[in-house]
């Protein structure tokens, strides 16, 4: 189930707010620039799919958004628990970070935690199957696919080199929660 939790940015124990409401989630995110939705395929899709079934299941909802946002590229990324690199891909995303471009994720299958540190405040966001984020450019953030990495993503980007992290040299995001193997 996706979640939100909002910390003070000094308090990492203890949440300000917690909901796995969807509506609530967008609005409590709305006002710092964060766009959160739910998409639902247009035909049934699985990971293991090859990216042009999985774009075509989505594509109403990738148009729209590509046309929206002016979009030059839009791929899918799967991630697998026994991916032999799985560590060092968790850890390339475990520090504060910003981008110069939106950074836009849309989860197909599996979950990733996004973490939000904006002004004194600390965005927790569980993303799950059929939820989309759009994370404004200079936010700083970190993003955390947990130690058994499991899910299938499409990226929106509006540079051609695709993510490229600018990195706070921070050490926040060791305060915060991690995700752990069931979700939490």
Same mark, same amino acid.
Request: with cysteine.
């Given at each position: 189930?996706?979640?939100?939790?909002?910390?003070?940015?000094?308090?990492?124990?203890?949440?300000?707010?917690?909901?796995?409401?969807?509506?609530?989630?967008?609005?409590?995110?709305?006002?710092?620039?964060?766009?959160?939705?739910?998409?639902?395929?247009?035909?049934?899709?699985?990971?293991?799919?090859?990216?042009?079934?999985?774009?075509?299941?989505?594509?109403?909802?990738?148009?729209?958004?590509?046309?929206?946002?002016?979009?030059?590229?839009?791929?899918?990324?799967?991630?697998?628990?026994?991916?032999?690199?799985?560590?060092e891909m968790r850890a390339k995303f475990l520090d504060e970070h910003f981008h110069k471009e939106d950074e836009v994720r849309f989860f197909v299958?599996?979950?990733?935690?996004? /973490?939000? +540190?904006?002004? $004194?405040?600390?965005? =927790?966001?569980?993303?799950? @199957?059929?939820?989309?984020?759009?994370? *404004? %450019?200079? /936010?700083? +953030?970190?993003? $955390?696919?947990?130690? =058994?990495?499991?899910?299938? @993503?499409?990226?929106?980007?509006?540079? *051609? %080199?695709?993510?490229?992290?600018?990195?706070?040299?921070?050490?926040?995001?060791?305060?915060?929660?991690?995700?752990?193997?069931?979700?939490?």
């Amino acid at each position: 189930m996706s979640r939100l939790r909002i910390f003070a940015e000094d308090q990492p124990a203890t949440p300000l707010l917690a909901t796995g409401d969807h509506e609530r989630i967008a609005a409590e995110l709305a006002p710092i620039g964060v766009g959160f939705e739910q998409w639902e395929a247009a035909a049934p899709v699985a990971p293991g799919d090859s990216p042009e079934t999985i774009l075509a299941a989505y594509r109403a909802d990738i148009d729209r958004l590509v046309a929206e946002r002016g979009f030059k590229s839009v791929d899918v990324v799967s991630i697998a628990p026994d991916n032999p690199k799985r560590e060092e891909m968790r850890a390339k995303f475990l520090d504060e970070h910003f981008h110069k471009e939106d950074e836009v994720r849309f989860f197909v299958a599996g979950s990733g935690l996004f /973490t939000l +540190h904006v002004g $004194d405040r600390v965005y =927790e966001l569980l993303c799950e @199957a059929g939820d989309l984020v759009s994370v *404004p %450019d200079a /936010t700083t +953030h970190w993003f $955390d696919m947990g130690p =058994e990495p499991s899910f299938v @993503a499409i990226r929106f980007f509006t540079e *051609p %080199d695709g993510w490229v992290g600018h990195f706070t040299g921070s050490d926040i995001a060791t305060r915060f929660p991690r995700l752990e193997p069931d979700g939490n």
